[in-house]
């Protein structure tokens, strides 16, 4: 990482690089208007709206987020972490990057796999650097949640938070 010249990343998913929500979650009228935007989505070629039909669950990408990521990976090793299940983590990782070159394998998923997938803000749960190397010092961390991460104050930029279901908006009061 040194010799690259570059620092380590800690990329957090839910409402940092994307928004989640589950079908249940998802109102019919709202569900009919993201069914024909996710058709549009799929032609072109940087996707943002995504329906997995076996999560149950539709996800959209932060608008910007195709060339955050390409910036980043420039000057930084990148790693996702989420406080979802594996496979959330899986998924998500595959969005974000198809082909690997980007995390190439750095994805920590912090919930269990009887969790929801979205545990982010739902699970008064903490976040912590173990397993991201043990180099605090040369690791910056990108969150939404200020909480999650009570021994990583210095080295977190927090970051507005996303939410583009209706659904995300109301869970934080919105
Ligand atoms: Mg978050």
Known sequence: MFAAHKLCLVLDLDH?????????????????????????DR???QRHLFRFHHMGMWTKLRPGIWNFLEK???LF????YTMGNKLYATEMAKVLD???ALFAGRV???????????????VPKSKDLEGV????????????SVRVWPHNKLNL?????????????????F
């Open 43 to 45: 032609e072109k070629p």
């Open 98 to 100: 198809p082909t690997g």
């Open 72 to 74: 980043a990976s420039q």
């Open 77 to 80: 090793e990148l790693h996702l």
């Open 133 to 144: 190397l043990g180099m605090e010092s040369a690791v910056v961390i990108i969150d939404d």
């Open 16 to 40: 940092t690089l994307l928004n989640s929500a589950k079908f249940v979650e998802v109102d019919p009228v709202h569900d009919e208007i993201l069914r024909k935007k996710e058709e549009q």
């Open 157 to 173: 930029i927090v970051v507005e938070r996303y939410t583009y279901f209706p659904c995300s908006r109301r869970q934080f009061g």
């Open 108 to 122: 920590i998923s912090r919930g269990d796999d009887g969790d929801p997938e979205d545990g982010d803000e739902r």
